[in-house]
Nanobody
Framework: QVQLVESGGGLVQAGGSLRLSCAAS????????LGWFRQAPGKEREFVAT????????HCADSVKGRFTISRDNAKNMVYLQMNSLKPEDTAVYYC?????????????????WGQGTQVTVSS
């Protein structure tokens, strides 16, 4: 069973940038697809970005396209979410997730392991 630990959240002004990191351990990292999701207070968890096991394929939600980039380093067992041009509506707890499959997905039920989340707050 893989374990996931997110870091890099914080408070940033609108227009600023943050890079979230997620460290994974426990199984063959290069064989799992990874995703980032977020959940704002009072809202359902929503898809942000996902990446295939090799890192060759990625997909982002329309709301973050052109601003957020997902990447992974299989040698370091890390996945990242670079967030630029942040907006107040990006404020949420961000979660890293892993799936026992190579293909990526924007579905929450695709993933079987979740991190504890990291808070991102964007002030206007």
């Amino acid at each position: 069973q893989v374990q996931l630990v997110e870091s890099g959240g914080g408070l940033v002004q609108a227009g600023g940038s943050l890079r979230l990191s997620c460290a994974a351990s426990g199984r063959t990292f290069s064989r799992v697809a990874l995703g980032w999701f977020r959940q704002a207070p009072g809202k359902e968890r929503e898809f942000v970005a996902t990446i295939s096991c090799s890192g060759s394929s990625t997909h982002c939600a329309d709301s973050v396209k052109g601003r957020f980039t997902i990447s992974r380093d299989n040698a370091k067992n890390m996945v990242y979410l670079q967030m630029n041009s942040l907006k107040p509506e990006d404020t949420a707890v961000y979660y890293c997730a892993a799936a026992s499959k190579c293909s990526y997905s924007d579905r929450t039920d695709w993933y079987d392991t979740w991190g504890q989340g990291t808070q991102v707050t964007v002030s206007s």
